[in-house]
């Protein structure tokens, strides 16, 4: 990965939708899904203590995004993996990354959800539970999405699930996992000028069984990852 890392200005407003199937037991329950975004002041000391708040009333978080000193966080209202714990880390160069992604999920058994940058850092959030990630990628791009569905597409075939999105240093980053007995089907990126219609847009795709697992934003402009089961 190159560092160091910075967001850029210009985001993508296309469209990309790939197919691919595996079958088991949904991790979700298709009722009464729903989706929403909190905006937390970054440097406020009780930024811990709000999203465990958040996080006690059921809810799982499913993306973030840092900008202008705030973290939004998405949070779809079920518990998935029968969720535990929660974490961010933070790391600044390549081997930090690498050593501390795989240490996460090795020694401590959390899930990367999500992933964001600033100016200088990769930020990654984590939680644990009951899902088995066996391996991960950091998939790196340009800003074409066809770029990104190449270069995603071969880990896909193996059997990998995209969990993130991230723009830094001027290149798309797509955050892999590979999780046991997952009911992985499609996936697809979607652009929107405003946070309105980026939220229409998730209501419909839940009716399609497709949930947000990853978003960006940028000056209104906004990039939602979607996972279809």
Sequence with gaps: MKTPM?????????????????????TYQNASLDVFTKTYNANDQSLSNNIDRDISAGVSPVGINLENNSIQIMYLNQNLFNMQAWAIEYYKTSNEISNGITAKIQNEAYIPMGITSDNTSLYVLYIKGDGKVSAWQLVESSQNLNEVSENVSPYLDQGYIPVGITLHNDLYYALLLKIEESTFKSWEIQGFQGEYNMNSDIKQKINQNKIPFGFLSKEGVFNVLYVGF
């Design 6 to 26: 910075k967001f850029i200005v210009v985001f993508i407003l296309a469209s990309l939708t790939i197919q691919s199937v595996q079958a088991q037991n949904n």
